[in-house]
């Protein structure tokens, strides 16, 4: 059987095609991905809570014991991130969703003191990745 030539061509052409698509899906799944917009989040969220707790404090002259405390006055909600975490797939990073969930993170230490912890994916803004700590004097 004797192909024309207009079809070897476009087997040629399709054959071309593939090989680059397949390569270059190889390559994006050997890539490792960039956690900076969910660490970009985190820390917004963390900066958030931070400035609210400290608005319930000159209010109150104490932290609360739970971050629900917040709402409404100081916060429309506590900040999640249980939609962004959704879409990762499990393997996604060195985080486990659990690691930011903030109200079960939060801990009041005293009336003057608190302790948030948080993961982050990489390093951000000079803060290493990993489990970090968010307090009433920065973030650690």
Known sequence: ???SKW???TLV???LFLTVSVAAFIYLLSVPRDHGGIDR????????IRSALSLYHDDNKNFPDK??????????NVPTLESMYS???LSAGICKK?????????????NERYQLTFCLEAERAGLL?????ATESGIK
Do not use: C, H, W
Request: charged share 20%; hydrophobic share 45%; proline share 4%.
């Open 1 to 3: 059987m004797k192909l």
């Open 7 to 9: 079809l070897k061509v």
């Open 13 to 15: 052409i399709v054959a």
């Open 41 to 48: 989040i985190v820390l917004t969220r963390i900066q958030t």
């Open 67 to 76: 971050l629900d405390a917040l709402v409404p006055k100081y916060l429309t």
């Open 87 to 89: 879409s990762l797939p």
């Open 98 to 110: 659990e690691q930011n969930d903030f109200s079960a993170n939060y801990k009041r230490i005293s």
């Open 129 to 133: 990745g990993g489990i970090r700590t």
